[in-house]
């Protein structure tokens, strides 16, 4: 902005500078107002969908698909394999403080109102397991009168109104055309903006990278037909993923044939991970 | 691995991703800076543009105060960032329904409205040390006067009318700017403890707060040092103001922590928890009690029994360093505080320094980075010069 101003006349350099100055005040002021009533839009995700080109992705294309995640808690066995092949697939920092996906475990001891809860990166079941890179649940239970217990497994939720897309400043978190939400790791500035606005927790930052990371969905493998390596290793089939647009796929059937909750609806995020067994306690 | 993050400790049940605070003491500082911009350019415009005398001694000097700490505010974003090299990401392509995507932009227009401003508050000055030195020193301040050298009448009431010009658009700037660095934190949902539309408003009255407080502290160490009468009209104006202005903050303060407590959502449990448990001594004793209601008593006090002179000055130093005090921990308190009860709303995690270039080591170097700034500028373009001529 600074700068000399040409010919010999300073003053009227200067003024011509200044006239310069005032269109630039004007035309950032403009900016700002045009800024401002974009921000006012909060919520609408809309907005927030990148619009690009089909992706790079061979035989795809991500306007024929909606994919959709359902959990049932209800046969969820707290093995953690899901846990395990996530770090695996993904290369999750092998740590007890990174997950993309994770199983609480819920339990009212015998007369109580409320329950303890846990997960697999709770000192104890890391002590149980013997490293951070192997889950476990502990068996402090084991002596103990109890009423209820289950386990409910997380992912994000790859919500339909996300607030990480919607707070990213530079777009690097995107809603793609079928459903899924990414990061671009080679555009993220690590600001971390999103971790905090995510209400689910699904969200962390990768301390080798210095971007955030989530759950993808395996986006790399559902694009060629796989199932995400949660789904394909649960034992128990707690765990369906599909294509919502497809009648016959599992994840249309599971909510078709089943009264599904979404977790915190009350923050407009609009999941699209779909549970079955859930407690009022489960948040 | 192990060097690379520093998980919490906590208690009850935090998400397994949540042990790990995503945000620093740096984002701490970052408002507080943002905060001492916009309170000393409030009271740089109660001069320039309301026209209040009183305020004449120390408006230049608030100025370059205010640009002081503007030009360190950046450092703390960068400091956070994990990518600081791609931080014009959000510049080039800004994602507008992001509450950060335009602070670059609203940042570096305020910063240059505030060198433009500051360029013609001094220039005047400049000009006549350009042509009173020789050598290289006139080639400097030729060259910050950016070649200027026309200071007749008709070229100063110019200079005076683009300050007032600047300071009249500079004034919902300052404080937008501030406001919006609220919003970022009210604006979110995933938080019952930031989520709240009060948030810009209660940080731009502590900013205020702020901004006078630091300009008591520092006008009254400068005139010490430098061995020059106090204006004790200015200083007595000054305490007024941060006087009334934080009895307003703390009604605001307190009405909105009364707000969560009266409407008992759900984890009202852990959020009380918190506040009676790791909270007490730094929210209520410290930025209620000792930050807020001391310093009200003591002006309220002075202002009641017409306290002057040197009695009134050291009421008005206490007062302002316990409001610099309290305006930092309510960063801290929104800020840290906010991450410490987790998500869950079922257990708390207890911040702990990450050291390095996030670490609170690396704030304080930044924090005080404005300070040796504006002991360099001050050298450069003295603002001493209605300071005297009025004592
Ligand atoms: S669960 Fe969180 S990270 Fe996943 S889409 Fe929703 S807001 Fe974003
Ligand atoms: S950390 Fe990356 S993905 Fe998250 S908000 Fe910042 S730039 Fe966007």
Redesign the interface.
């Given at each position: 902005m600074k700068r000399k101003p040409k010919g010999g006349d300073i003053k009227s350099g200067r003024r011509a500078f200044l006239r310069g100055f005032g269109k630039a005040l004007a035309s950032v002021s403009a900016l700002m107002i045009g800024g401002a009533g974009l921000l006012g839009k909060k919520g609408t995700s809309d907005a927030a969908v990148i619009k690009p080109e089909i992706p790079p992705i061979p035989d795809y294309d991500w306007t024929e698909h909606d994919w959709g995640y359902g959990i049932d808690a209800t046969r969820c066995i707290g093995c953690l394999r899901c846990v395990e092949a996530c770090k695996a697939e993904n290369g999750v920092a092998p740590t007890a403080h990174h997950f993309r996906t994770w199983v609480e475990r819920y339990v009212w001891l015998e007369g109580e109102e409320r329950p303890l809860v846990d997960s697999q990166s709770d000192p104890g079941n890391i002590a149980a397991s013997g490293s951070q890179k192997e889950y476990r649940f502990d068996n402090r239970y084991q002596d103990k009168k109890i009423d209820k217990a289950f386990f409910v497994p997380k992912i994000c939720n790859h919500c339909r109104h996300p607030s990480c897309v919607q707070v990213c400043p530079t777009g690097a978190t995107f809603k793609t055309e079928d459903g899924a939400v990414l990061i671009d790791h080679d555009y993220c500035i690590g600001c971390q903006y999103c971790v905090q606005a995510c209400p689910y927790g699904a969200r962390f930052f990768d301390p080798a990278d210095q971007v955030t990371e989530k759950c993808t969905w395996c986006y790399h493998r559902i694009t060629k037909g796989l199932q995400p390596a949660c789904v394909e290793v649960c034992p128990v089939g707690a765990r369906i993923f599909g294509d919502m647009n497809n009648e016959a796929s599992d994840i249309s059937k599971f909510l078709r044939e089943n009264r599904v909750q979404v977790l915190k609806p009350e923050t407009g995020n609009a999941p699209t991970c779909f549970y079955i067994g859930l407690d009022k306690e489960v948040s | 691995?192990e060097a690379?993050?520093h998980?919490s400790p906590f208690t009850?049940?935090?998400?397994?991703?949540?042990?790990?605070i995503?945000?620093t003491v740096m984002i701490v500082i970052y408002p507080y800076m943002t905060g001492l911009v916009a309170g000393a350019f409030s009271v740089s415009s109660l001069y320039h543009v309301f026209g209040m005398e009183k305020f004449k001694p120390v408006a230049r000097f608030a100025l370059l105060t205010a640009l002081c700490f503007m030009l360190f505010v950046p450092m703390t974003?960068l400091l956070?960032?994990?990518?600081?090299q791609?931080?014009f990401?959000?510049m080039i392509?800004?994602?507008?329904?992001?509450?950060?995507?335009?602070?670059g932009?609203?940042a570096a227009?305020y910063a240059?409205?505030l060198?433009?401003e500051t360029?013609f508050a001094f220039r005047e000055d400049n000009v006549i040390r350009a042509r009173n030195s020789t050598g290289l020193v006139r080639s400097f301040y030729r060259a910050i006067t950016?070649?200027?050298?026309?200071i007749s009448e008709k070229?100063r009431s110019y200079d005076h009318k683009?300050m007032l010009t600047l300071a009249i658009?500079g004034i919902p700037s300052a404080h937008g700017l501030h406001g919006y660095v609220g919003f970022?934190f009210g604006?979110?949902?995933?938080?019952e403890w930031w989520g709240s539309d009060m948030m810009p408003v209660i940080f731009l009255f502590s900013a205020i707060i702020s901004g006078i407080a630091v300009l008591i502290v520092l006008y009254t160490l400068v005139c010490k040092v430098r061995k020059t009468p106090i204006d004790h009209a200015c200083v007595r104006g000054m305490g007024g103001a941060l006087w009334g202005f934080l009895m307003f903050t703390l009604l605001l303060e307190g009405l909105e922590f009364a707000n969560v407590v009266y409407k008992g959502k759900?984890g009202i449990e852990i959020i009380m928890e918190y506040v009676t448990g790791p909270l007490f001594y730094r929210y209520f004793v410290f930025q209620f009690a000792v930050g807020a209601v001391v310093p009200i008593i003591i002006l309220g006090l002075m202002f009641a029994r017409d306290v002057r002179g040197k009695a009134f000055l050291v009421g008005a130093v206490i007062s302002s360093l316990l409001v610099l005090m309290n305006v930092f921990l309510m960063r801290w308190n929104v800020v840290i505080g906010g991450?410490e009860i987790a998500?869950?709303?079922?257990g708390l995690v207890y911040y702990h320094d990450p050291g390095g270039r996030e670490g609170l080591a690396a704030a304080l170097a930044v924090l005080s980075g404005p300070f040796i700034l504006l002991a360099i500028l001050t050298r450069v373009m003295p603002p001493w010069k209605e300071m005297t001529e009025k004592g």
């Amino acid at each position: 902005m600074k700068r000399k101003p040409k010919g010999g006349d300073i003053k009227s350099g200067r003024r011509a500078f200044l006239r310069g100055f005032g269109k630039a005040l004007a035309s950032v002021s403009a900016l700002m107002i045009g800024g401002a009533g974009l921000l006012g839009k909060k919520g609408t995700s809309d907005a927030a969908v990148i619009k690009p080109e089909i992706p790079p992705i061979p035989d795809y294309d991500w306007t024929e698909h909606d994919w959709g995640y359902g959990i049932d808690a209800t046969r969820c066995i707290g093995c953690l394999r899901c846990v395990e092949a996530c770090k695996a697939e993904n290369g999750v920092a092998p740590t007890a403080h990174h997950f993309r996906t994770w199983v609480e475990r819920y339990v009212w001891l015998e007369g109580e109102e409320r329950p303890l809860v846990d997960s697999q990166s709770d000192p104890g079941n890391i002590a149980a397991s013997g490293s951070q890179k192997e889950y476990r649940f502990d068996n402090r239970y084991q002596d103990k009168k109890i009423d209820k217990a289950f386990f409910v497994p997380k992912i994000c939720n790859h919500c339909r109104h996300p607030s990480c897309v919607q707070v990213c400043p530079t777009g690097a978190t995107f809603k793609t055309e079928d459903g899924a939400v990414l990061i671009d790791h080679d555009y993220c500035i690590g600001c971390q903006y999103c971790v905090q606005a995510c209400p689910y927790g699904a969200r962390f930052f990768d301390p080798a990278d210095q971007v955030t990371e989530k759950c993808t969905w395996c986006y790399h493998r559902i694009t060629k037909g796989l199932q995400p390596a949660c789904v394909e290793v649960c034992p128990v089939g707690a765990r369906i993923f599909g294509d919502m647009n497809n009648e016959a796929s599992d994840i249309s059937k599971f909510l078709r044939e089943n009264r599904v909750q979404v977790l915190k609806p009350e923050t407009g995020n609009a999941p699209t991970c779909f549970y079955i067994g859930l407690d009022k306690e489960v948040s | 691995m192990e060097a690379l993050y520093h998980a919490s400790p906590f208690t009850g049940y935090v998400y397994p991703n949540e042990t790990i605070i995503p945000w620093t003491v740096m984002i701490v500082i970052y408002p507080y800076m943002t905060g001492l911009v916009a309170g000393a350019f409030s009271v740089s415009s109660l001069y320039h543009v309301f026209g209040m005398e009183k305020f004449k001694p120390v408006a230049r000097f608030a100025l370059l105060t205010a640009l002081c700490f503007m030009l360190f505010v950046p450092m703390t974003l960068l400091l956070h960032l994990g990518q600081p090299q791609r931080a014009f990401n959000a510049m080039i392509t800004p994602h507008l329904t992001s509450a950060f995507a335009a602070f670059g932009y609203f940042a570096a227009f305020y910063a240059v409205l505030l060198m433009l401003e500051t360029w013609f508050a001094f220039r005047e000055d400049n000009v006549i040390r350009a042509r009173n030195s020789t050598g290289l020193v006139r080639s400097f301040y030729r060259a910050i006067t950016l070649w200027s050298d026309d200071i007749s009448e008709k070229a100063r009431s110019y200079d005076h009318k683009w300050m007032l010009t600047l300071a009249i658009v500079g004034i919902p700037s300052a404080h937008g700017l501030h406001g919006y660095v609220g919003f970022v934190f009210g604006s979110l949902k995933s938080r019952e403890w930031w989520g709240s539309d009060m948030m810009p408003v209660i940080f731009l009255f502590s900013a205020i707060i702020s901004g006078i407080a630091v300009l008591i502290v520092l006008y009254t160490l400068v005139c010490k040092v430098r061995k020059t009468p106090i204006d004790h009209a200015c200083v007595r104006g000054m305490g007024g103001a941060l006087w009334g202005f934080l009895m307003f903050t703390l009604l605001l303060e307190g009405l909105e922590f009364a707000n969560v407590v009266y409407k008992g959502k759900e984890g009202i449990e852990i959020i009380m928890e918190y506040v009676t448990g790791p909270l007490f001594y730094r929210y209520f004793v410290f930025q209620f009690a000792v930050g807020a209601v001391v310093p009200i008593i003591i002006l309220g006090l002075m202002f009641a029994r017409d306290v002057r002179g040197k009695a009134f000055l050291v009421g008005a130093v206490i007062s302002s360093l316990l409001v610099l005090m309290n305006v930092f921990l309510m960063r801290w308190n929104v800020v840290i505080g906010g991450q410490e009860i987790a998500k869950t709303m079922r257990g708390l995690v207890y911040y702990h320094d990450p050291g390095g270039r996030e670490g609170l080591a690396a704030a304080l170097a930044v924090l005080s980075g404005p300070f040796i700034l504006l002991a360099i500028l001050t050298r450069v373009m003295p603002p001493w010069k209605e300071m005297t001529e009025k004592g």
